[in-house]
């Protein structure tokens, strides 16, 4: 009988860890849903904030080419005109992209993206290839300009690496102060 006993304490236990653990895993798991939710609502905060100081930018960039372009308008002739004429068309179309970053939320203007983004597919497309371009193109150059020179500007840190022709690519190039071996 001591041991029917033992049993039903044993599969009282089990079932008593069972649900401590199924209550732990709620509780874990509606913290996670409130600091997921949190987190939205900090990550829209900022993004609203951003866009808002973004379009004050723009307007105040559409203001600058207005001003400019009445400057140029009043002193200008023939080519200064149609320059003029460009400038405020770019203020003007920078000033409806100010409004529309002040007045609009993160949310909306994701949904706008997203929507930009299923109707111009290839555009989108063809956006991220130019912007991938241009970060390779600034990526190498910044490249060149941190190793191609180093070892002439007297910096102790600084490293000249150089290939022995027939060297392997294998074997550690010599620097300026190492020793071939």
């Known amino acids: 009988m001591s041991t029917t006993t033992r049993e039903t304490s044993s599969e009282n236990l089990v079932e ?10 709620t509780t874990v798991q509606d913290k996670a849903v409130e600091l997921r939710d949190q987190g939205r609502g900090k990550l829209e905060e900022i993004l609203d904030r951003r866009t808002t100081e973004a379009g004050g930018q723009a307007r105040h960039v559409a203001r600058v080419l207005r001003q400019g372009s009445g400057e140029m308008r009043t002193q200008g002739d023939g080519a200064e005109q149609q320059v003029s004429l460009a400038a405020d068309w770019a203020a003007e179309r920078v ?8 007045q609009t939320n993160g949310d909306h203007l994701l949904r706008d993206a997203e929507e930009f ?3 111009r597919p290839w555009m989108v497309a063809g956006m ?9 193109r600034f990526l190498k150059a910044s490249s ?3 190793y191609g020179s180093l070892g002439s500007n007297g910096d102790p840190r600084s490293y000249s690496v150089t290939m022995q022709p027939g060297a392997s690519a294998y074997e550690p190039p ?8």
């Open 95 to 102: 000033e409806r992209l100010g409004g529309y970053l002040e």
């Open 128 to 136: 991220g290839l130019v912007a991938g371009l241009a970060a390779s």
């Open 174 to 181: 010599l620097g300026s102060g190492a020793t071939g071996g």
């Open 117 to 119: 983004a299923r109707r």
């Open 16 to 25: 008593q860890t069972k649900s401590e653990l199924a209550d732990a895993a």
């Open 144 to 146: 060149e300009r941190r």
